[in-house]
């Protein structure tokens, strides 16, 4: 009779063992779960919030009325490599030993070879020959007259005229603003050069009114 008492105590204390045992069991994955959760949850990263939209400027509104374009601008005042008096134009005297004509860049009296410029209303193109001209004061050297510069000095218009030797790049002509009332288009001549007298021969400058 003990025997069997001694028997199922063994049993009962068996069965309670493994219960535990199994009870430690299932609470230790549970731990071990839990902590794998933790660590696990540790290299997870929160999402990245979008940047926000980007606001684009809003367009500038559109004119009530049109702007007015800007005047042409006119073509620039100086020496002209391409103007020269037209062949059939007579080659008086203007001043010594040269002949000078000034008028609109259209008129028929003067030639260019790139075509007339576009110009302000108040421009004038000026034009020179020596060649044509009676003049004994050039001498024997095959010598041109060429505007060697051009400018305003109050209301007139000077233009330097110079002989160059034959061979040398020879101007004759120039573009100017055209003088007011009381001004006038003046010839000078550096020391040697015949041109800057009147055409008498009188003392200079030779002064020519602007047509």
């Not at 009870?23 to 902590?35: I, L, S, T, W």
């Amino acid at each position: 009779m003990r025997s069997y008492e001694s028997r199922g105590r063994v049993i009962a204390v068996s069965v309670a063992f493994w219960l535990g045992a199994c009870r430690a069991h299932v609470q230790g994955d549970a731990q071990v779960n839990a902590a794998a959760e933790v660590d696990d949850r540790k290299w997870e990263t929160a999402e990245s919030t979008p940047p926000p939209a980007r606001k684009l400027a809003a367009p500038p509104p559109a004119a009530s009325a049109r702007t007015p374009e800007p005047p042409e601008a006119a073509h620039f005042f100086g020496v002209s490599h391409d103007l020269s008096l037209a062949p059939g134009v007579p080659r008086a005297a203007a001043c010594q030993c040269l002949t000078v004509v000034s008028a609109a860049p259209s008129d028929p009296q003067f030639i260019w070879q790139a075509g007339v410029p576009r110009t302000s209303p108040d421009a004038i193109a000026i034009a020179i020959a020596a060649d044509g001209v009676a003049c004994s004061a050039r001498g024997a050297a095959p010598l041109a007259a060429s505007i060697a510069a051009i400018e305003r000095r109050g209301n007139d218009v000077v233009i330097t005229v110079e002989n160059v030797r034959e061979g040398r790049p020879v101007m004759r002509g120039a573009l100017a603003p055209r003088p007011p009332e009381g001004g006038a288009i003046v010839v000078q001549a550096p020391r040697g050069a015949p041109y800057g007298a009147p055409a008498n021969g009188g003392p200079g400058p030779c002064r020519l009114a602007a047509n």
